[in-house]
């Protein structure tokens, strides 16, 4: 069991929840259904806004009167938002997208939520990275059991790689190898010294922790190292923020080759109970930078239509503002997609101002059908019932073969 | 044969009267030093037989024999970071309840290692230095950032060279339940005293601790209470009191959240004296229910109906097993350790006592069963090895980098711990620590232990990194100064000598052979045998070394 605060709210929780029963049978049902496919050679970068970003300042209806009524001190002004079309902008903050909005590799998909929603970060987030229903515990992450039910492949670096502080998330599960790593070079070099220590079934769980993380640490070593030893320049300069050096990180693994089909980045900062109006604009900024750079170097080495980037979160924030000229926990936000084989636009349905549920947002689009999209039309495996629970996929991916 | 009642007690340790009347039997035997513990020791130990036999042998046996340098090990790793040999085999030779009792009355409330000096400033005097205009606000924010600095390195110091490693164990425990991020915080001087508060009474009234939690400044900054209005309720605090401070998720409803936010609305830092003050006028006093209490309930009384809940010990309860036992706690176990907790008055001292004493504690699989923290593995590694003179910068920034950023939990929940310390970056990390900058310390350990003259002025280090504080205050503060992180060759040369005569008294002095030696070595350092290739020939460095590196290591 992943030994974290989650599990331990699960143990507090598991005697007044007796929620973790079915969750776990109809996973075992869909073990034995599910096909081996591959999943070539794509990749899906996921971009986590931790903290809670606020969707109502990202995508803005700007043109709806309650809008500024709601947020009195800190709604965007109209001369700070780029008109998106259906009464609908995006904050200016975000301003370096704007190259790929008009490219059309760029899509919003707002109202993303769920039922019955948490507005606690750790649960929230623990909702969305596990895929499960508001009162139901999971344990794996779902891509930790996407990767689990396509075919595994001996080749990769690793299933997914964490970039730069923050946990596996939705990599995490029992069957994936996940490597987190800040620097690449430093990374091949220290792992040379680290020792092959045969391991396997040991009762001790912590050590066995650790030799899994040695033996990792050696067979991602070496590929990476393989890859990048013949590295394309791709001439772009990347932002000096944290997150910029993340991006330009996920862009050498990506044009090396690295193969590897999920990263994870984490941007964080979003919790902005206060002083909204200068820090937000100031992440948003970080983010459009950091995600502009990096897809400029996958254009240039032509790998951009086999990448996807998507960002998630716990939640949005309030619809009102606090009396700190920020926003407390909330619940829907919109979500940006980029890659070639995006349809640029807008999809999924904006949440009604007029129609608020104490002050929150009512969502329209079921997370979990960003995760159809992922699973069926991005990785063009089936419909795993404990991904995409029967939903389907949104319009947002041109159809092309893997 | 005062012994019989004693050990059977000892095994029914759960109730709250004969741990107390242990207690007043007991002091004699802690307080009594060594040679008198010894004494004591002997004579338990040589008429164990006769009466364990009699009732549940195997249990008794096991509680009153001397625990060994394996239980010592265990014990002292668990709560103190590990420790030198020396110290190793003086516990070895105690009852587990010796043992533990030895190691409560090392507890204490204070820290020794001198405040840095921006401490003493009132809150008014640092008022005063803010300033109004641009140019004086811009140094005040450089200030700032210095006194962080000096606060992270001043606390590391603490951790490296206190007395009582058991309190900052404690201290550390508590500031990662209780989270408060400097980032967010800001101020270095209210951090500072959010961790005094915390070491006065981490074994304390777990009570006290709550409420002063529920109004310390820092946390009022952090999540947002000093914000609060009556018409705007700030539901941070009121959110995390119930969720991760005290009761644990699934023991309370969002209506709870929100009626206890109301209670904490109206709460200022009052400038002149750094504390929170409640404001009336801004104050919800209306009628409120949090977990079935009502009234117009306050801060006070909020904290009240939280530690009224049944949830609440238990919660706390979880946290010491978390901390001190195993990944996974039981439940029934909890539910113990709560009544007692409970009826010992929100002691948390006797709740440590209890943790400490329990068969699961002490249960072979739980042992090794902890991955270390980075305060541990430095912290711990430096303190075995008594290079404890060696520059808290240096350590601080290895700590950081490993993943524990002291006054920087990741977020409100604060360090996840366990197998999130270990990731391939943070495994790496580790190992470089282990093998390069272990000698690094050693050597600049011995440089410490020169006289001043001897030694070149501290260089001017841009970053300006956790200096202790401004050198010269006292003759004390001039012992406390940090050296240079940088080694130049020629200091490598002269000193490393020095280090490995050290190191090689000390493998003369772990025994008789080289494979008694080699042995006790591992049984002093892992809590297995090593799963590595560990060297058993040529120095004691690379012996060190190998055994240091070996995965097991990592754990406690």
Redesign the interface.
Known sequence: ?????R???R???A???PLLVPGVRTWAIDEETAATAALGDRVLILVEL?GGNDGLNTVIPFRDERYKKLRPKIAVPDSHVMDLGNHLGMNDALATLGESWDAGDACWILGLGYPQPN?????SIEIWETGSDSDENLTDGWLGRLIGSAAADPKRAADGI?LGGG?SGPLHGDSTR?????DPI??TR??R???D?A?GED?????E???E??T??KR?ARVIEEKRANAPDLGVQFPQSKFGKRCEIAASLVSSGVPCPLIKLSHSGFDT??DQLRRHPQLLTELATGLAALRKALIASGDWDRVLISTYSEFGRRASE???EGT??GTAAPHLLLGGQVIGGLAGAQPDLGTLDKNDLVFTTDYRKLYATIEQQWFQLPANPLISRGVRPLPVLREKAL | MIRIPVLAEIDSYHSSMTSKRMKLRLPALARGGWLLTMLLVTTLVSGQDEPATTAEPAVDQKIATPIGLDGARHLLGRTIFGAPLDQLQRYSSLTREQAVDSLLETLTTTAVTPLPSWASLTPGKIQQQRGKTAESRKAFQKSIRRWQGELRGWWTRELISTPSPLTERLVLMWHGHFTSEMTKVRSAPAMLKQNQMFRQLCSGDFRQLLHRVAVDPAMAIYL?TR???R??P???FA?ELL?LYGL????YS?TDIQEAARAFTGYRIDHRTGELRRIRRRHDASEKTVLGVTGSLTATEVVDAVLADPACAE?IS?RFW?EFVS???Q?TVLKQWAQALQQEDWSLRALLRITLLSDAFWAK?NQ????KSPVDLVVGTMRSLKIEKAPAGQALRTISRLGQQLFDPP????W?????W???????GR??FL?AEIHNLAILNQMQQLPQKDLRPPAQDAESEPEMMSPGNSPEMRVQRELPRRIKARERRRFMPQVLRELEQMWQSLGDTPDARSLRLQQWLLP?KP???VVEMGSIRDRLGSVLLD??Y??K
């Open positions: 069991m992943k030994f974290d605060r599990a331990f709210l143990l507090g929780g005697a007044c929840l931790q507005r606690s970060h750790f649960r964490v946990d996940v490597i987190h790593l800040n430093q990374f220290q792992a010294a680290v020792p220590i391991h009762a001790r769980k912590a050590l922790h650790l030799l993380v040695q990792d640490i991602s109970h206060t606090n009396g700190s407390d926990h | 947002d914000r609060s209005t018409e705007k700030n539901e941070n959110r969720e644990g998720e699934g023991n969002e919660w979880r978390i990944p996974t706690p439940a699989e090794g069963s902890l991955i977020n409100v929940a604060g996840p711990g366990g197998h999130h270990i990731d391939a970056t943070t495994l790496l190992r470089q093998t297995f799963v590595g290739t995965p097991t990592q754990l």
